[in-house]
Each structure stands twice: as C-alpha cells, then as structure tokens.
C-alpha cells in the first residue's frame, strides 16, 4: 500500500521556509541579502563604493578633503604675503639707504672738488696784492685746502678704481700746493717768475686734479640713479599679495557656501589682516618712491647745481685774477672769466631750491651782482688803470666786486649744506620706514596664517 502523497498546501508551506527574504535596509536600487545569507567579497565591495561615491563631490575629493586642501592654501598665500612684504619693503629700504650714502658722496666730492678751486682762487686774488699776502686770505687758502684733502680718504668709498683716482688726486694736490709756495716766495721778493709757478699750478688742477674729480663724481652720481631706479623695482611683490588676498576671498566664498555659514571668523580676520597690510604697504611703497623722487628733483638736484655753481664761480675768480696778472695779454682770461660765469649761471638754474635762509636774493642774482662788479674792473683796466682795476679786485668792502663774490660765496655754501642735510635725512628716514613696515608684513602674515588654520579647522573637525 504505497504512502499518500503530500499536500499542496504543506508543500508550499515548506518552500516558503527556505526562501530568503528581502532586507529592509538595503539601499535603493537593490536588494540586500538576507541575514541567512554570506555578502560575498564582491557585493561587500559595492556597498563601500555607493558609501563613498556619497561622501564625494563631483571631482573625487571628499569635503574633509577640499577643507584640508582650503586650509594648505590659506596658510601659504598668508605666508605668501609676508614673505613678499617683507622682501618688498626691505629692497625699497635698502636702496633708500643706498641712496642716502651715495648722494651724501656725491654732495661731498663736489664740495672737495669745489675747496680746491676755491684755494686756487684764493692764492691767485692774494698773489695780486704784491709781497706778503693778507693774513685772512692765507688762512682762507689753507682752509680750503686743508678741508679738500681730508675729505677725498674719506670719500674714496669701497670701489677700488674711486680709491686709486682720489689718491692721484691727492698727490697732484701736494704737488699744486708746492707750486703755490714758490710762487708766494717769489712774490714776497718781487720776482716776476711767481707768476709762472701760480699759472703752472693753476694749469695742473685744471688738467690733471679736475677731470679726474668729475669723473668720480659721475660715477657717484650714477650710483645714486641706480639706487633709485631699484625703488620701482620691489613693486612686483605687489602682484603676489593680491593674488593671495584672491585666494582667502575664494575660500570664504566656498566655505559659506559649503557649510551654509556666512562668516568663518578666523578666515575673515585673515584676510582684513591681509587686506590691511597689502594697502599700508602698497601705500607706504608708494609713498617712498613719490618722496624718493621729490628729494631727489627738489633737494639733491639743488645741492649738487649750487654746489657746481660755487664751483664754476671760484673758476671765474681765478681767471678775473689771471687777467689782471698778464696784464696787456689777458684777454685769454676774460673769455675764460665770461666762460665759466656761464657755466655758474647754468648749474644755479638747474636748482629749484636758490635761496638760503640768509639771503633775500637767488643764486643767480648773486652771480649777476659779482658779474657787474667784474665789468667795472674790466673798464678800469681798460682805461689804463692797473692798479686800479687790481685795488677793486681785491677790495674786501661788501660794496666792490669782491665783496659781491664773497656773498655769493657764503649763502651758496650755506644753501648747498641746508639741502645736502635735508637730501640724506629725507632718504634716511624713508628707509627707517620701509624697515618697519618689513617687519609689519611679517608678523601680520604670520598671524593671519594661523587665524585662517583656525577657523578652517574648526570645520575640519566637525567630519571627524
């Protein structure tokens, strides 16, 4: 009798036993196994995946990973900006100071190549008196000498070419002043041949003394150019602290949009630190290349005009005397004298600045007041009065011609020392500046890299 087969309904009932049944907490778009089945490596590796594809953007970098990347970002144009200030303002500070020396040396040679001419005008208006020279112009002449000489050592500088041309200039100086002693001793006994040791010296610091100084002082004179010319040049930093002043306004435009906050304060105290400092500097560079150039046109082109007008001026009085020396054959010398007053007026309308606190009259006015006084000497010469022409010449009454130059004289001198002082000062105090606003961006960029760490890392840490 064979067994009764098995229902329907126990059938279905045991079927349903076996079968697995679908997870609840499986993500959409798929079923997971049930827990009476394994997950296979495969299917463990797909459910990483889909976990991870949603904690990233569109690019692969998860958010951690964009605030880790923003927070490298804000720190190094932070830091960018310190750096760059700091090397912006201390090459702007270096040339200012650069600037100052080598316009002080400038200044100084042309007063020493001034001295010298000075003394030789000095010697050449004593020699006219005759026999011992007056006490006042002797000491006027070892003054000028004395201060000329021992300004070129120090003036000789680190270049070594300055130094080798100076001292040739100091020996032919010993040279020159030896001559001038023959010629006094010749003087004093009435022997003509004084004259020509004078001339000799006069002839020896015109070609031999002169060029060289005007050669040192051009190249002195180009030192100062090329100081001023590196001011323009530190602007380029300007360039890399705005682009890190970008940078910090993209990050906080991001993060707020990010983490639906508006102001991430650490950030946007960054980057008003950054913003602050990038103007006090673009302003404070600024400001010392507009008074760098100020000085430059309004100071130190003022100094060295007046400072070659003196010169030019002590020129033109040592040829007034070599006139009246060669008597009948002079008219060499008044060409020389009519020559170099120009050259004097020339150098005096250079300068803006042409009147010392001491006078109510110009550079140029003083020039144009001895220019007459010299005519005078020269229509008494003419007229056959030698001793005449000579007694005006050497006159120290304020009233005749020498009294004219000594004027002069005195308030160029006076107003070439008033604007060499405020020349450096200016150029000095720039630097000093610069220097501070150096050290300003440094410590402000280090600052504000930290803040900006902070406040991006208080975002970091709310994924962790």
Not at 300 to 305: E, M, R, V
Not at 316 to 327: G, P, Q, S, V, W
Not at 398 to 406: C, L, Q, R, V
């Amino acid at each position: 009798m064979s067994s009764p087969a098995p229902s329907r309904r126990g059938a279905t009932t045991t079927a349903a036993a076996t079968l697995p049944v679908p997870s609840r907490s499986g993500s959409a778009g798929g079923l997971a196994p049930s827990t009476s089945a394994p997950v296979t490596p495969a299917q463990a590796r797909e459910l990483q995946a889909r976990a991870a594809r949603g904690a990233r953007g569109a690019n692969g970098l998860s958010t951690p990973g964009k605030l880790r990347a923003a927070t490298v970002v804000s720190v190094l144009a932070c830091l960018c900006l310190s750096v760059l200030g700091y090397i912006a303002a201390t090459t702007q500070a270096s040339a200012l100071s650069a600037a100052s020396r080598d316009a002080s040396r400038v200044i100084d040679l042309q007063s020493a190549r001034t001295d010298f001419v000075s003394a030789n005008a000095i010697a050449t208006n004593a020699y006219l008196v005759g026999g011992l020279e007056p006490a006042d112009q002797r000491a006027a002449y070892d003054a000028a000498l004395h201060d000329g000489l021992t300004a070129l050592p120090v003036l000789a500088g680190s270049n070594a070419q300055d130094r080798e041309d100076l001292g040739e200039v100091a020996s032919s100086m010993a040279t020159y002043a030896g001559l001038v002693e023959q010629a006094r001793a010749n003087n004093r006994q009435g022997f003509p041949v004084g004259a020509a040791f004078l001339d000799t010296g006069s002839t020896m610091l015109r070609e031999d003394v002169l060029p060289v100084m005007d050669t040192v002082i051009l190249s002195a004179a180009d030192d100062v150019s090329a100081d001023l010319g590196r001011l323009s040049g530190a602007r380029f930093a300007l360039f890399g602290m705005v682009v890190a002043i970008g940078a910090l306004v993209i990050i906080q435009v991001w993060l707020s949009r990010k983490v639906r906050r508006t102001i991430n304060p650490g950030l946007l105290a960054a980057s008003i630190i950054v913003v602050a400092v990038t103007l006090v500097a673009s302003g404070m560079a600024n400001g010392a290349v507009s008074n760098a150039v100020e000085t430059r046109e309004l100071r130190y082109i003022s100094a060295l005009g007046n400072s070659q007008a003196l010169s030019a001026g002590a020129e033109a009085r040592t040829a007034e005397a070599f006139m009246l020396i060669r008597r009948g054959s002079g008219q060499a010398y008044a060409d020389e004298f009519d020559a170099a007053i120009q050259r004097a007026k020339d150098q005096a309308g250079r300068a803006r600045v042409v009147q010392s606190p001491s006078s109510s009259y110009t550079t140029t006015e003083l020039l144009e007041a001895w220019e007459t006084g010299h005519q005078k000497i020269r229509v008494v010469n003419d007229a056959g009065d030698w001793d005449g022409a000579v007694a005006l010449a050497t006159s120290d009454l304020e009233t005749d011609p020498s009294g004219a130059y000594a004027s002069f004289v005195e308030n160029t001198s006076e107003l070439v020392a008033i604007q060499r002082n405020v020349t450096v000062d200016n150029f000095a105090q720039g630097a000093t500046g610069l220097r501070v606003i150096a050290w300003i961006s440094l410590l402000a960029g280090l600052v504000a890299a930290g803040l900006s760490w902070q406040g991006l890392n208080k975002r970091l840490e709310e994924y962790r």
